[in-house]
Structures are given as structure tokens and as C-alpha cells.
């Protein structure tokens, strides 16, 4: 399992220094009017994958084990092209409001963003069935073949095409989805041949189901998250949401810590139904996440201001606060990324929609109250006070199921001894 973890978090940091050299790159030939652009676009796809994710979405890792592929495939394809037609539907009647229409979604970007959502959502379906099988090694493959070919297509894009807009992002971005589409078909068609069929109906039941709390509570915590920028694209210019969104992404980039653990442990629990040993492994995983975060944030605060600007430009000297602000946020974040595995991954997920509503009102209260006060300022203390009401109603709940006591986040002599073994095993 240790390797597992070890081999999510190989990838995740290749994606962090990929992403930091996307940032770097759109932060000094793109502008920050144009990053912040891009990231609003990224917002909008954000927020139209939670409808296709309703079934074809990460409850396809809890039902891998138990169902077949072709029926899940079936169901999530059939699904996917319904909530597509729906959504171009959508956008026609939105662009009846030019000024609402383009608010949400940047002008000139609809078909792009759909376009983007299409492709991920069935690269996404390739990344789930892996995870669920606990093939997590296809899995890290599969997305590391998307964001290197994502990367590197944002540079030819940039020095050889001269595309120094928004565009050079998500066009970037929608090659790295499609190659590691085609890569994810080509492993997973040949294990079709071997499936006998089953009923659809009581299936598709039991994933609507499912999913229906899942993607309410990923609705409301993408909320949570990417509220606060529609906000600010209200009461600020383009040029601050880029210095807030390149914050966010440098501060968000450190989650790989407890991304990665969370992968491996929801994999774990979808495969497991000892409720003791659940729990072991919640707190043992919240105890790493949240160490290596608060170790990783506390360099990253310490950087001055003169390298930002020197990394990315002048025009992002005001990083460094936002950074600050946010970092308290991001460690509780990471233990709300364990916990929130645990809940979907034994099979509870209205506990993670529960505590994503407490920090909608959270998010809501202070948003609007601190946004048209402090601007980008106003958004990071927002994201930190969220964070925070996210992980207090969680670990209320788990204390309540398991009898798990705040002072067992400690690391104690049994858990140095498990990370101590694990290591030896692995090396």
C-alpha cells in the first residue's frame, strides 16, 4: 500500500512541477488579465463535469469491484452524451444574456470549454476504472501521460505558435486529455471481451443513487472553492483574479500530499468492510497528509516577495499575502481530503455533502461580506475559514463513528514504527 502511496505521489509532484512550469510560462509571456481568464474557463468546466460525474464520475470507483465494465461503460457513456446535448442546449439559452453569459464564461470560449468537458469526461472514466481495480500504477501512467503532453504542448504553443492568450492553456490542456484518452481505451477495451453482460435498470439505480449524494456534495464544494471567483470578477479586474488564481494554484498544489494518500486510501476502503481497520488507516493516512502539508506550505511562506516576482513578473508581487492567507486553510484541507475518502469510500458520502452545505454558509457569509471590503485578500481568508468548517463537522462525525480522539492525530511510537517498516519493505 506504501508504494501505492509513494507511486501517486511520484506523479502528483511531476504534476506540481509541470503546473508550475504552466504558471510560470502564462504568467510571463500570457499576463495576469489573461491567466485569470483562463482560470474562470477552468472554473466553468469545473462546475459542468459535476453534472456528468452525477454517474460517470469517481463513484465508478466504488462500484468497479462490484460491477461489470461494459455495464458501467454503458451507463456512463450514455450518460455523458445526454448531459453534453443538455448542456449545449444551455448555453444557447444563457447566450440570450450577454451580460450574465459572459460573467460565467469568457467571450469567445462556450465551445472550447464544452469541448474540454467532453474529453475529460471520458478521460475520466479510463482514471476511475483503474483506481477502482487497484491498478493505481495504470492509473499514475495515465496521468502522467496527460499533463507531460499537457505541458509541452503549452510551450510549442507559446514559443513556436506564438499563442499568447488564454487559449494557449486549455488548448494545451485538451491534447493532454485526448492522448491520455486514447491510451486509456487502448488498455481498457480488451478486458471487455472477456465480461458477460448483466441488467442495466438496477444498476444504473444503485450509480444514480450513489452519485446523487457524491456530486451534490462535489457541487457544493466546488462552490466552496470557486465561488469567491465570480465574486471577484465582479468587484475586481482580470489582473487580480490572475494574481488570486496563480495563489490559489501554488497553495492548491501542495493538496498533492493529501490527493495522493486519499486516492490510495479510497481505493483501499471501496475494497475493504472491517470498520476497525477503516479507521486505523483514516487516522494513520490524516497524520501524513497533514504533516507533509504543513511542512510544504511552511517553506513555501517563507519564500520573500522578490522571488514570486521574479519567478512569475512584477504584476505578481501581491502572491505572497494571498499565499499566507490561504495556508492555514490548505492543512485543514488536507485532513478533510482523508476524511472525505472515508466517508465515500465506506460508503457514506451524505456525510461529506453535510459538511460541504456547512461550509457553503461559511463560504457565502464571508464572501460577500469580505470580498467587496478586501478583494483577493477577502477571497483567501474566505477559502481558509471554509477549509476550517469543513474539517470540524467531519471530525465530529468520524469521532461519533469510530471514537477517534483529536490528541490520536499525534504520531505516536506505533506509527513511527509503521512508517519506519513500510519504508524498510519499500527500499
Known amino acids: 500500500m ?13 504534476n506540481v512541477l509541470t503546473q508550475l512550469a504552466t504558471l510560470i510560462m502564462g504568467t510571463k509571456f500570457i499576463g495576469a488579465a489573461e491567466w485569470g481568464k483562463a482560470f474562470i474557463a477552468q472554473t466553468d468546466i469545473t462546475f459542468l463535469l459535476i453534472g456528468i460525474e452525477l454517474i460517470a464520475g469517481s463513484g465508478l470507483v466504488y462500484f468497479t469491484p462490484r460491477k461489470k465494465t461494459g455495464t458501467l461503460m454503458t451507463i456512463s457513456y450514455g450518460w455523458i452524451a445526454f448531459v453534453m446535448l443538455v448542456y449545449v442546449l444551455l448555453f444557447n439559452i444563457l447566450h440570450l ?38 491498478k493505481v500504477a495504470t492509473y499514475n501512467w495515465l496521468f502522467l501521460i496527460q499533463i507531460l503532453t499537457q505541458v509541452t ?121 472491517d470498520e476497525q481497520r477503516t479507521a486505523k488507516l483514516t487516522l494513520r493516512f490524516m497524520k501524513v497528509a497533514i504533516l507533509l502539508t504543513f511542512t510544504a506550505l511552511l517553506v513555501i511562506c517563507l519564500l520573500p516577495t522578490r522571488f514570486f516576482e521574479w519567478l512569475f513578473s512584477g504584476e505578481f508581487g501581491d502572491i505572497r499575502t494571498v499565499i499566507w492567507l490561504m495556508a492555514p486553510g490548505i492543512v485543514f484541507f488536507s485532513a478533510h481530503t482523508i476524511l472525505a475518502n472515508y466517508f465515500s469510500g465506506t460508503g457514506r458520502p451524505k456525510y461529506n455533502l453535510y459538511a460541504s452545505l456547512i461550509g457553503l454558509s461559511i463560504t457565502l457569509l464571508s464572501a ?52 519506519k517498516t513500510t519504508l524498510k519493505s519499500l527500499f
Not at 450574465?100 to 476504472?129: D, K
Not at 470557486?226 to 475586481?236: A, E, K
Not at 483567501?380 to 465530529?396: D, K, N, R
Request: glycine share 6%; proline share 3%.
Open 2 to 14: 506504501f508504494k501505492k502511496i509513494l507511486g501517486t505521489g511520484a506523479a502528483r509532484a511531476v
Open 153 to 273: 504542448m503549452m510551450a510549442v504553443l507559446i514559443f513556436a505558435l506564438d499563442i499568447r492568450t488564454a487559449k494557449a492553456l486549455l488548448y494545451s490542456q485538451l491534447c493532454g486529455y485526448s492522448l491520455a484518452t486514447l491510451v486509456g481505451w487502448a488498455l481498457l477495451f480488451p478486458t471487455l471481451k472477456r465480461e458477460s453482460r448483466e441488467p442495466l435498470k438496477d444498476s444504473l439505480k444503485e450509480m444514480l443513487h450513489y452519485g446523487a449524494f457524491m456530486q451534490l456534495s462535489t457541487l457544493v464544494s466546488t462552490l466552496n472553492k470557486r465561488l469567491s471567483l465570480y465574486l471577484l470578477n465582479l468587484h475586481c479586474d482580470e489582473r487580480q483574479i490572475g494574481v488570486y488564481a496563480s495563489g490559489t494554484q501554488v497553495t492548491e498544489g501542495v493538496n498533492i500530499v493529501g490527493q495522493s494518500i486519499g486516492l490510495v486510501e479510497f481505493s483501499a476502503l471501496s475494497n475493504t468492510e
Open 368 to 419: 460577500f461580506v469580505l470580498i467587496p471590503k478586501m478583494g483577493i485578500q477577502g477571497a483567501a481568508i474566505t477559502t481558509s475559514l471554509t477549509y476550517l468548517a469543513l474539517f470540524v463537522y467531519q471530525w465530529m462525525v468520524f469521532h461519533r463513528l469510530t471514537g477517534s480522539r483529536l490528541r490520536q492525530l499525534v504520531p505516536d511510537k506505533e506509527d513511527l514504527s509503521w512508517m
Open 97 to 134: 444574456f450577454p451580460n450574465f453569459y459572459h460573467t460565467i464564461i469568457p467571450e469567445g470560449y462556450a465551445w472550447l470549454v464544452l469541448l474540454m468537458t467532453f474529453v475529460y469526461s471520458l478521460h475520466e472514466f479510463n482514471l476511475n476504472h483503474f483506481l477502482g481495480k487497484e
